[in-house]
């Protein structure tokens, strides 16, 4: 059914009059009675009585007119939807993160995107880095933050969004607690709580980088998924660990975080997203992670 025959329709039928109609509708008569008359055709059955004194709605007539004005709302509504999901202003994204994301990015982006966007549902995972790569590459997460840089970069983009220093964590009974800072070298003959290592992101190879520059290899006597699990274990005195500074915010009882000399503000964290997605939503999504984080210092990969 012609949606513009139904909306001329309607006004005839509020008009009750094809001159008036014609007027309200900024065309001549003719064309508009045709219109009707095929509406009429169309539906095998008669919308009006009409003379040269006036027009009335038949009982087919009337019962349209109640159908008209609904379907033509809806169709309004569903026009109003796709035009909005088309500048992606209404829909679905899905977002995953490493945990320590959470800790500095995600509260700002997630207030922002929600502000201005209300209408997107936004569905939050938290993964490991390994999971969260096999999550974008098979769909089931649109857009990921996780620390750079990737190994296996394939069909993913990445951008730089934040880049923070490494701190060493100590128990609060170490003999170091009471320095306001240490080196690498101190920590040398410490005993190490680090994550695995992941095909996503080279964090534990960043640490031993460092720990080979300053002069010796880290002795790693237990390992665990989560770096704020590593604090944990640094607090039950297994060992010590070096984590990115935002992790401070945890304010774990039983350790201190240390600034670490000579260490440069080197750990990325990113935003990654599969190569050609063409997703509205996740493009206004990447245009508020710009917004809010100024794209770190790093360009996109």
């Known amino acids: 059914m012609n949606l513009q025959r139904l909306r001329y329709f309607v006004v005839v039928a509020e008009e009750l009059s094809f001159t008036r109609a014609a007027e309200r509708l900024h065309m001549a008569q003719p064309p508009l009675s045709y219109q009707i008359r095929q509406l009429e055709e169309e539906l095998g059955a008669?919308?009006?009585?009409?003379?040269?004194?006036?027009?009335?709605?038949?009982?087919?007539?009337?019962?349209?007119?109640?159908?008209?004005?609904?379907?033509?709302?809806?169709?309004?509504?569903?026009?109003?939807?796709?035009?909005?999901?088309?500048?992606?202003?209404?829909?679905?994204?899905?977002?995953?993160?490493?945990?320590?994301?959470?800790?500095?990015?995600?509260?700002?982006?997630?207030?922002?995107?929600g502000e201005r966007f209300p209408s997107v549902e936004l569905l939050l995972r938290e993964a490991d880095p390994d999971r969260l790569l096999g999550s974008l590459g098979d769909g089931r997460v649109d857009v990921g933050f996780l620390y750079l840089p990737l190994f296996e970069q394939g069909s993913l983009e990445s951008r730089s969004?934040?880049?923070?220093?490494?701190?060493?964590?100590?128990?609060?009974?170490?003999?170091?607690?009471?320095?306001?800072?240490?080196?690498?070298?101190?920590?040398?003959?410490?005993?190490?709580?680090?994550?695995?290592?992941y095909r996503g992101a080279g964090l534990r190879d960043k640490i031993a980088a460092h720990c080979r520059r300053a002069g010796f290899e880290p002795r790693v006597v237990q390992e665990a998924w989560l770096m704020q699990t590593t604090v944990s274990l640094v607090a039950g005195g297994i060992g010590v660990t070096l984590v990115p500074a935002s992790l401070r915010n945890l304010q774990r009882t039983g350790v201190v975080y240390k600034a670490v000399e000579g260490l440069s503000p080197e750990i990325e964290l990113g935003a990654v997203w599969r190569r050609g997605d063409t997703s509205p939503v996740l493009k206004a999504f990447l245009n508020v992670v710009g917004e809010v984080t100024g794209w770190g210092e790093g360009g996109g990969r």
């Open 161 to 197: 969004v934040s880049r923070e220093p490494f701190v060493a964590v100590l128990p609060d009974t170490h003999p170091l607690a009471a320095r306001p800072r240490v080196t690498l070298q101190d920590l040398a003959e410490e005993p190490f709580v680090l994550t695995p290592k």
């Open 46 to 113: 008669r919308l009006f009585y009409r003379n040269k004194r006036n027009v009335r709605l038949t009982e087919a007539g009337r019962l349209l007119l109640e159908e008209a004005r609904r379907l033509l709302v809806h169709a309004e509504q569903a026009a109003s939807v796709v035009q909005r999901a088309g500048q992606g202003e209404v829909g679905r994204l899905s977002v995953g993160f490493v945990p320590s994301a959470a800790n500095r990015i995600l509260p700002p982006l997630l207030r922002a995107f």
